[in-house]
């Protein structure tokens, strides 16, 4: 190395210097060149300087100082050099790991290495609370210290954060120019922290914690010492968002998956429901369907609360009260309460029910979709077969609307229309009038259709619902209709009157207003929500029927006589008379008629066979007494 001052550049003094100075370097210059620069036995450059400064300290005094300053600023080179290699490295261990936790462990380690000190540690920021919380430690011993909040402005880490100023002090205890409280001098004290330091870690002016390094004995923080802890500090902060948003963007990607998978779990059993739809499934199949595919028990109800269809183990009706309520109050959606699932059936608007699950412990995000779908293939059905319902309702109800206008035999037309919708005009059915509360015929029509099934005919007709049923006997038919009012609904009576059998290809006027009377007999006699046909009421659905038919009682009663009388030309009816006349006694009787006894007898043994057994009985004797007089009196012609 040639190292040379040009001529005449210094004189004097100045010279001197500048030549010790330049033999100084070329001395160094050489043993640079052949020795070691890190060796521990003081040959390498920094001792090379050292033992000249030694040498010039007595004849070159300034010389000597200059070599020291020489000294030193290699120092401080060689520093950072080892400082930025750090951070260079600190760097390439943060982007390593892949959590947020292994982030902020890294950082505390590094600043605890970096700075040499007992400890280091990190608080993050709490927007939620305002305050920052203690996160990550490297070398603490304190478990209340590792638990530390720190609200913004209270001691030197609060004042960091509420500033975003880096802080310091050489004895914390001591130094005023912090706000201490009780618990922040508290857990200090059990860590025995005494010097600390605290920088904020920022992201374009984005606050996210405070890093710190601390000592357990007093020392002061060196300016550079600072400024490296705050080149640590943003490059943590940096480090630590970008862990975040790769979190994030993990986790959204992770949703996305799921949703992704419950969509298709979704569209696969919205495939499968849709599959038993057009294999000519009903709503049982698809509760069926559903309730295989969730391993659950399923039941779905319809507009009025009665379950529709049933699938496994149901609990009781009453059990699911409070689900039926939670899936109103939010129409479409998956809601759960009272221990099932539910969700409300809906389409065109209109609420046509709701199906409910139960016996499994939780839904996920796919099963929740996969319900909702079943309910909408479910509101589908129950739409198309309520419109379908509805369209056969109509038409059954304009039939038997018909048959109840016409006075006496139905035309061939209206027969051929019953044959039609399944209905047997010449075989035995029973005719019911039901009164009910308006709120309440609703209910009472499908009771009624569902009792029929396809064999029957049920509409509304003067103020009432009627039901044209197969069948041979009117009071059990009717007895299942019958409801009586309960405190629950003190609207909910339904009185039934039944008349039958009767072939409706004969016509049903005389039966309409057999089953009219009784049903009025019944209110009439307090008896609500009762059923009963005439021959249960006797005379008194004669005499409180607001509507009297004396010609359809006296048929009621004496019709079988009268008609044999009328084919055979025989005198039973007066027979009869003239048998209750003498007090019951047929010699009396046949006296009467001048006819001998045994003649007598033979016609109360055909009249017995006409009018059945237990005719002589108190109360079937007093019917037959009344029919008879009503008969003698010409009621029949005055019948209304």
Not at 47 to 76: C, H, K, N, W
Not at 368 to 396: H, I, K, N, P, S
Request: charged letters at 25%; glycine letters at 12%; hydrophobic letters at 50%.
């Amino acid at each position: 190395m040639a190292l040379a001052l040009p001529p005449g550049a210094l004189t004097g003094q100045d010279a001197r210097v500048a030549r010790t100075v330049l033999d100084l370097l070329r001395l160094l210059a050489d043993r640079v060149d052949g020795v070691d620069g890190g060796r521990a036995d003081g040959a390498g450059p920094a001792g090379v300087l050292e033992q000249a400064a030694t040498e010039l300290a007595g004849s070159e005094p300034e010389a000597g100082a200059l070599v020291l300053r020489i000294r030193s600023a290699m120092d401080a080179g060689r520093r950072r050099e080892s400082e930025l290699a750090a951070l260079v490295e600190t760097a390439r261990e943060l982007t390593s790991q892949s959590d947020t936790g292994g982030v902020l462990d890294a950082i505390v380690r590094r600043a605890r290495a970096l700075l040499g000190t007992d400890l280091a540690y990190l608080t993050l920021y709490d927007a939620d609370r305002g305050d920052t919380y203690m996160r990550a430690t490297a070398g603490s011993v304190s478990p209340r210290f590792q638990a530390l909040r720190l609200p913004l402005g209270a001691g030197l880490g609060g004042l960091v954060a509420a500033t975003r100023n880096s802080h310091w002090t050489g004895n914390y205890g001591e130094d005023e120019r912090y706000r201490h409280t009780a618990e922040i001098d508290a857990a200090v004290g059990e860590e025995g922290l005494v010097a600390i330091c605290g920088v904020p870690l920022l992201v374009d002016a984005e606050f996210v914690g405070v890093l710190f390094a601390a000592n357990r004995s007093a020392r002061p923080f060196a300016p550079e010492e600072v400024a490296l802890l705050g080149s640590l500090a943003a490059l943590a902060a940096v480090s630590l968002v970008q862990t975040r948003q790769l979190a994030d963007t993990a986790a959204a990607l992770d949703a996305l998956r799921t949703a992704h998978a419950a969509i298709a779990e979704a569209a696969a059993a919205h495939d499968r429901f849709a599959g038993v739809v057009l294999e000519g499934g009903d709503v049982a199949d698809l509760a069926e369907a559903l309730g295989r595919l969730l391993d659950a028990w399923v039941v779905v109800l319809d507009a009025d609360g009665t379950p529709a269809a049933r699938f496994g183990a149901t609990p009781d009706d009453g059990c699911w009260a409070e689900a039926v309520r939670s899936a109103d109050e939010a129409p479409g959606r998956l809601t759960r309460a009272g221990g099932a699932w539910a969700v409300a059936v809906v389409a065109a608007g209109q609420r046509l029910g709701t199906l409910l699950l139960g016996g499994v412990p939780d839904l996920d995000a796919g099963q929740v979709r996969t319900v909702e779908r079943a309910a909408m293939v479910t509101a589908l059905v129950l739409l198309f077969g309520q419109r379908e319902a509805e369209a056969d309702r109509r038409e059954r109800a304009e039939a038997l609307t018909e048959l109840l206008a016409v006075a006496d035999r139905p035309r061939p037309a209206v027969l051929t229309r019953l044959a039609e919708l399944g209905v047997a005009a010449r075989r035995p059915h029973v005719l019911l009038v039901c009164r009910c509360a308006p709120g309440r015929r609703r209910a009472v029509l499908r009771d009624a259709a569902a009792a029929g099934g396809r064999a029957g005919l049920v509409a509304e007709h003067e103020g009432a619902v009627v039901a044209l049923l197969p069948g041979t006997d009117p009071a059990a038919a009717a007895e299942p209709l019958a409801h009586p009012a309960t405190p629950e609904e003190p609207e909910g009576a339904v009185t039934v009157g039944a008349a039958g059998p009767v072939h409706p290809a004969g016509g049903l006027a005389g039966a309409l207003a057999e089953a009219r009377r009784s049903a009025e007999a019944l209110l009439a006699l307090g008896r609500a929500g009762e059923a009963a046909a005439a021959a249960d009421l006797g005379f008194a659905g004669l005499l409180l029927g607001d509507r009297p038919d004396v010609a359809g009682y006296v048929a009621g009663v004496l019709g079988p006589v009268a008609e044999h009388d009328a084919r055979r030309g025989s005198e039973l009816l007066r027979t009869l008379e003239c048998y209750y006349a003498a007090g019951a006694s047929p010699s009396r009787a046949a006296a009467a008629l001048h006819v001998h006894v045994n003649t007598v007898a033979q016609r109360l043994d055909r009249i017995g066979a006409l009018l059945g057994e237990g005719w002589q009985e108190p109360d079937r004797a007093l019917e037959i007494q009344l029919a008879l007089r009503l008969h003698r009196l010409g009621a029949p012609g005055r019948a209304d």
